[in-house]
Structures are given as C-alpha cells and as structure tokens.
C-alpha cells in the first residue's frame, strides 16, 4: 500500500447524457456515520450537477439536514427481520424506478437487503447497476460474522454484485479489495467528498488534546489506541485523550473498562456529536488518531483535515498522502508502532502541528471539494450508459 493516497488531479466535463440516477442505501438515520452522511452529500452535489437524483431508504429517519433531496422512506417488515432491512415496498419501488428510461441504479453498501434489491430490479431492463461496497469487501470486514455473510453471499447477495456494471471504490486500497473479491467489472475510483467547516479559535494553551472521532467498535482500533496511551501518557502530562463517537453494541462500555484496567490517566468518552457541536470538537483538539483494523476511506480522517488538525492513521487507511502533504503520520498498524509515533507527534510544538494542519486544510479543499466529486461521478455514469472511452478514474485492470 506504499503511496495508496486518494483525490482528485483532473478536470471533467459535464454529462451529456441526460440520466437518472437512483441510489440505494439502507439508512441515513445516523448524520455522523459513514455513508449516512456521505451517500445523501452525493446525491445533493449530483443534483447540483445537473443530474436528476433520488435516494431510497428504510424508513429509519432522516436528518433535517437532508430535507433538499428526493429521499423515498420505505416500510419494512418487524423484529427479528429488522437486522436485514426486509422491505417489499422498498424492492417494488425499485423495480419501478428501473424500468424507466435512462435510469441508473446505485447501490450503496451490502450485506442487507437493501442491498440486495437493486440486482432483482436491474434484472431484464436496460438500467445498469453500481455498486459502492463502502469497505465491506476488504479483509477484516469479510472476517466478521463469517457464517451469516456466507449463507446471504450463496442466497442473495452474489446475484447483486454478479449484476453491477460498475464498482465504485472511494480509494485505491478499496479497487483492491473488490478484485480480491474475484470481481473484474470496471472500477471507477472516486474518493468521498468533504464541506470544509467553518473556521473556530483552536486550542492555544494546554491541555493538549489528542482526539479519536468515530464509531467505537471493534474495526476501529480504539483498544490499540488506550494501549498505546497508556504507556506514553505518563511522558506528556500537557495532553489528554479524548474518545468521541457513537457506541456499537456496548464496546463503548467494554472500552470504558480496558481505560480503567490499564490505568490510563486523562481519558474521556463522549457520546455521538452532530453538525456545529462535531466541528467544534475537531478544532478544539490538537491531534487526530485513527488506529483503523481497516478503511476504504476514513471520512473522520478527511473532517480532521478539514478542520484544520493533523492526523495520525494506520496503513490500513488510504492515507498516504499525510506523507506527501505533511499534514500527518500514516503508520504501521499495532501497538507499537502507534507507541512510536505518539512519542514524535505529542512532541511536536503546537505551532508545529497547527502548521499541518493548515496543510491539511488546504489539501481537502483544494482535493475533495463535492463539486468536483459530482463532476467525476456524473462523467462515470455518462460513459456507463453512452459507452466510449473509459474516465481516467475508471480501472479496467
């Protein structure tokens, strides 16, 4: 993964093809989680494109934030059928939007069946399908709950991946795990988008502050963090650690022990933070950690960035341009090698890190701006329906 880095370098064109893109996801009730953030931001900066846009939920709820879009919420069936997002409505629906002309579906994710209803609803129409597994085709992801994933993969799943046209892949990294999957359709690699946030006071007198942002699961590496921490805190009594993000099926609770048994000194958890009150946490912190098992793309990364704070992340992330930009560390994952790095960055002045961070900054605007993530997408699709030479973006290999 040596120089795995993720942007965009050229220029596009509008469409010219005049299409209709249906995307899938199977909820966006979470605003600061993943794809519940970054698959309804696609669709507001493709419909800014000009392209005529829609997203299909479960009718799980939807942010305020979202009230621009074309957003259709769909019944689904109770517990115990809720783990897998069962919903006719949801698949009729889709088979409407299929048949008619110019359509494009985009699927978003797997392993539910939304998910699993575009490769029905694409069958016998001219619509073609992408799918954008969003990192759930990379190593460690396959691991987790192996038994049920391989009982849908045999049912369900595969005649939707079997079906797609196109992968989308946010990164490099991701383009290499779909063919890992043994998938050789074509490959379009465009990374997420970001906002960049407005501009706070940041922190100017200690304690430093060290921040994870995200989901607290296991993926995560929360628990190498309080590890490494453990051992370096007692070094850098300036700094304190701060754990923010949602908690998954009680890890929080689990993590909230591991801190207390290994006695590591100056550490909170927060709860899940949205809109002004995520950006503030951003600014306020000095440095951002994210000790990943595995990323297709890392959006707290890129917030990070966006806000003006350097970043340290394991090499399980397409981060490699933290290098290049130096605007962070892209380290090995474990321990040990998060140990090491601490040791150098919690050194690191405070006009030193602000510093990269203004780098950082700059590079996500000048990068990852949505306009021109919808621009790159739009010209995707275009070649996907009108055919002809392929978007440089576009991997055939």
């Known amino acids: 993964m040596q120089g795995d880095r993720i942007g965009l370098g050229c220029e596009v064109t509008n469409p010219t093809v005049r299409l209709r893109a249906v995307h899938v996801v199977a909820a966006i009730a979470e605003e600061a989680s993943g794809p519940s953030y970054s698959v309804p931001r696609l669709c507001r900066a493709l419909s800014a494109a000009g392209v005529e846009t829609s997203l299909h939920v479960l009718a799980r709820g939807a942010s305020p934030a979202w009230a621009d879009l074309?957003?259709?919420?769909?019944?689904?069936?109770?517990?115990?059928?809720?783990?897998?997002?069962?919903?006719?409505?949801?698949?009729?629906?889709l088979e409407e939007e299929a048949r008619v002309p110019s359509t494009l579906l985009h699927n978003h994710g797997l392993w539910m069946m939304p998910n699993v209803y575009p490769g029905y609803a694409v069958e016998g129409t001219r619509a073609p399908l992408v799918t954008s597994p969003r990192g759930v085709l990379d190593a460690w992801a396959r691991r987790r709950s192996r038994a049920r994933k391989r009982l849908m993969w045999a049912l369900v799943q595969r005649r939707t991946?079997?079906?797609?046209?196109?992968?989308?892949?946010?990164?490099?990294?991701?383009?290499?795990?779909?063919?890992?999957?043994?998938?050789?359709?074509?490959?379009?690699?465009?990374?997420?988008?970001?906002?960049?946030?407005?501009?706070?006071?940041?922190?100017?007198?200690?304690?430093?502050?060290?921040?994870?942002?995200?989901?607290?699961?296991?993926?995560?590496?929360?628990?190498?963090?309080?590890?490494?921490w453990s051992s370096v805190a007692p070094r850098f009594r300036d700094w304190e650690l701060c754990v923010v993000g949602p908690d998954e099926d009680g890890y929080g609770a689990t993590m909230r022990d591991l801190a207390a048994s290994l006695g590591a000194p100056r550490v909170s958890f927060r709860g899940k933070v949205y809109g002004e009150e995520k950006w503030r946490t951003f600014a306020e912190a000095n440095l951002f950690v994210l000790p990943t098992r595995g990323e297709n793309f890392g959006l707290a990364v890129a917030e990070a960035l966006a806000s003006g704070v350097p970043a340290v992340v394991t090499r399980t992330a397409p981060w490699g341009g933290l290098e290049q930009r130096r605007s962070g560390w892209w380290i090995e994952p474990g321990?040990?090698?998060?140990?090491?790095?601490?040791?150098?960055?919690?050194?690191?002045?405070?006009?030193?890190?602000?510093a990269m961070g203004r780098r950082g900054r700059q590079w996500m605007d000048a990068e990852f701006s949505w306009p021109k993530v919808a621009e790159r997408m739009a010209r995707t699709y275009d070649w996907i329906l009108a055919g002809g030479a392929p978007p440089p973006w576009v991997r055939l290999d």
């Open 161 to 228: 991946l079997d079906r797609t046209r196109c992968f989308h892949a946010t990164s490099e990294s991701e383009h290499e795990s779909i063919r890992e999957a043994g998938y050789r359709a074509p490959v379009a690699v465009v990374p997420n988008g970001i906002d960049l946030p407005p501009a706070f006071p940041a922190r100017s007198a200690p304690p430093w502050r060290l921040l994870f942002c995200g989901r607290v699961h296991p993926k995560k590496g929360v628990d190498v963090l309080l590890r490494a």
């Open 70 to 93: 074309t957003i259709h919420q769909h019944a689904e069936w109770p517990p115990p059928f809720t783990r897998l997002g069962v919903s006719p409505a949801m698949r009729l629906a």
């Open 335 to 354: 321990v040990e090698p998060l140990e090491a790095c601490l040791e150098t960055a919690l050194a690191t002045s405070p006009e030193d890190l602000a």
